[in-house]
């Protein structure tokens, strides 16, 4: 929604305060700029990126309406999850878990969280690395490496989207300017005519400036943005279940662990404790 409202604050603003100076917005129209432009940034955009990456920003697209997916309600049920998990960890030793992270399409607490079970990156991060707890095989600060090596890679793939579409927004002023000489370079042909015709071909040349620089920083530039904080708030996934399992094998009991991980929540998005402790208690 806000992505929707920002757009057309800044369609309003810029087209407003145009026409409020006794601009003609018919002068804006110049088709032809928007194809070099438009044409000349994805073409680029297609060269730069692998496959994957063109797919994944694509992907995004909804993400950008309707906001990231990894919200409060997303949190308190992956915080839960994890209280359930170590919860039975406690009571009947690490290896009654092995069944549950082996095959969690069967387990019932996997299936407690529908919301977890489609999100298959975080479900498969919880069950490979509780998978590598009840081995007892690795240290805790050598699974915090593991973690964090995990989630580096993570962030990395997370935002290559974002990164794309930001290498567009800065290239579009060059396009912008690629158009306005190629305008003036059809004015030149057209010295000798009426001045109205020269004027035109002026304006037109000028409006690819316009256009390109107004695509950049009105719009393209801060899909990047929004692309990043949504990449951002995934991670805080990851970054939750980690702190989560490594306070557990440290011996702290299942409340105590999701707490750290709650910590690890941007404010926005974070349960307080006692929301928190009545949803585990609910589920």
């Not at 920002?6 to 110049?30: F, K, N, P």
């Not at 349960?271 to 402790?277: C, G, I, K, Y």
Request: hydrophobic residues 50%; charged residues 20%; glycine residues 10%.
């Amino acid at each position: 929604m806000l992505f929707i409202i920002g757009t057309v604050l800044v369609i309003a603003s810029v087209l407003g305060g145009y026409v409020l100076s006794h601009g003609e917005l018919l002068a804006l129209w110049q088709p032809f700029e928007i194809v070099i432009i438009g044409g000349a940034a994805f073409g680029a955009f297609l060269i730069a990126n692998p496959p994957k990456v063109i797919k994944s920003v694509f992907a995004s697209a909804p993400s950008l309406f309707v906001g990231s997916k990894f919200n409060q309600v997303v949190f308190m049920d992956l915080l839960s999850l994890l209280y359930d998990l170590f919860d039975k960890a406690r009571k009947s030793g690490v290896m009654s878990i092995e069944a549950d992270v082996d095959d969690p399409e069967n387990s019932e607490i996997f299936n407690r969280y529908p919301t977890i079970m489609r999100m298959l990156g975080v479900r498969d991060f919880i069950t490979d690395y509780l998978r590598i707890v009840s081995s007892g095989n690795m240290a805790p600060h050598e699974l915090e490496g593991l973690m964090d090596l995990e989630i580096e890679t993570r962030l990395q793939e997370l935002e290559k989207p974002a990164e794309a579409v930001n290498k567009v927004a800065d290239a579009l002023p060059g396009f912008g300017i690629v158009a306005a000489v190629l305008g003036i370079v059809i004015t030149m042909k057209s010295l000798g005519g009426p001045p109205e015709e020269l004027g035109g071909h002026v304006a037109a040349a000028l409006v690819g400036t316009f256009f390109g620089i107004l695509a950049a920083y009105g719009f393209v530039g801060p899909t990047a943005q929004a692309l990043h904080n949504i990449a951002a708030s995934e991670i805080k996934a990851y970054e939750c279940v980690k702190v989560g399992i490594l306070a557990t094998m440290g011996g702290l009991a299942p409340q105590l662990a999701i707490e750290f991980g709650r910590k690890a929540l941007y404010s926005g998005a974070r349960p307080s404790f006692q929301e928190l402790n009545d949803y585990v208690r609910s589920k």
